[in-house]
């Protein structure tokens, strides 16, 4: 059972290149989502997903895309890779969308953009 | 717009001592408050988590007290240990609204508890 993958690491990325930052869970757990850590700013939702097919905003989409095909996997997609991006990103999963069961995270990818 | 602020931004305590961490919303829709502890290079974990239906919550050695009226909730760490110091957030969420599935952070304190 190994919780919530997150892929790649580490990444270093150019002013402008596109990447994707992949989240797989292997606890048919139906709510997803995607996070960013900044020093002194907490965790901000950037997407989330309620189940497979079902995407929303959080408080900091911009320049970023996702989608969620199937219940294990969802990917963030950065459009146009800008320094502001230099993050944590974190993927979180739980059961369900209501808080009844805590969220379970991956260990993060560190992603710099020069 | 913060929906959650957390305060201290650092705590050192001594070995033994208790820790004390506050946060505060305004919200009144949020249901749900749960605390989550990070140690570096990993990604958070789910702590401790209380409904407003109760005041306190206590699991171990770390105590949530809810406040409703003041809309502010915090967490006690007693008898603090080294293996403490870690980043803690605390959070809150509307189950119940249009905003379900969303998670509001604080921006976190860095516990450093000192042997």
């Known amino acids: 059972n190994a919780g919530v993958t997150q892929t790649p690491k580490f990444q270093v990325l150019k002013t402008g290149q596109s990447m994707t930052l992949q989240c797989a869970q292997d606890?048919?757990?139906?709510?997803m989502s995607w996070y960013r850590q900044d020093p002194g700013m907490g965790l901000r939702l950037i997407h989330y997903?309620?189940?497979?097919?079902?995407?929303d905003q959080g408080e900091v989409p911009n320049g970023y895309n996702v989608s969620r095909s199937t219940t294990e996997d969802f990917p963030l997609r950065l459009l146009s890779a800008a320094p502001s991006q230099t993050s944590v990103y974190f993927c979180?999963?739980?059961?369900?969308?209501?808080?009844?069961?805590?969220?379970?995270f991956g260990s993060g990818t560190r992603l710099t953009v020069v | 717009q913060q929906q959650v602020k957390q305060s201290p931004q650092s705590l050192i305590v001594q070995k033994g001592g208790i820790s004390i961490i506050n946060c505060a919303y305004e919200?009144?829709?949020?249901?749900?408050f749960p605390w989550y502890q990070q140690f570096p290079g990993k990604g958070p974990a789910l702590l401790i988590a209380?409904?407003?239906?109760?005041s306190e919550k206590k699991e171990g050695r770390f105590t949530i007290s809810f406040n409703k009226s003041a809309k502010q909730f915090s967490l006690h760490i007693m008898d603090s240990q080294p293996g403490d110091s870690a980043t803690y957030f605390c959070?809150?969420?509307?189950?119940?609204?249009?905003?379900?599935?969303?998670?509001?952070f604080g921006r976190g304190t860095q516990l450093t508890v000192w042997p």
């Open positions: 209380i409904r407003p239906d109760v």
């Open positions: 606890m048919n757990h139906e709510y």
């Open positions: 997903s309620v189940g497979a097919g079902i995407t």
């Open positions: 959070a809150a969420s509307d189950d119940r609204g249009s905003t379900l599935g969303r998670l509001y």
């Open positions: 979180a999963s739980s059961y369900s969308a209501d808080s009844n069961y805590g969220y379970t």
């Open positions: 919200n009144t829709a949020f249901d749900y």
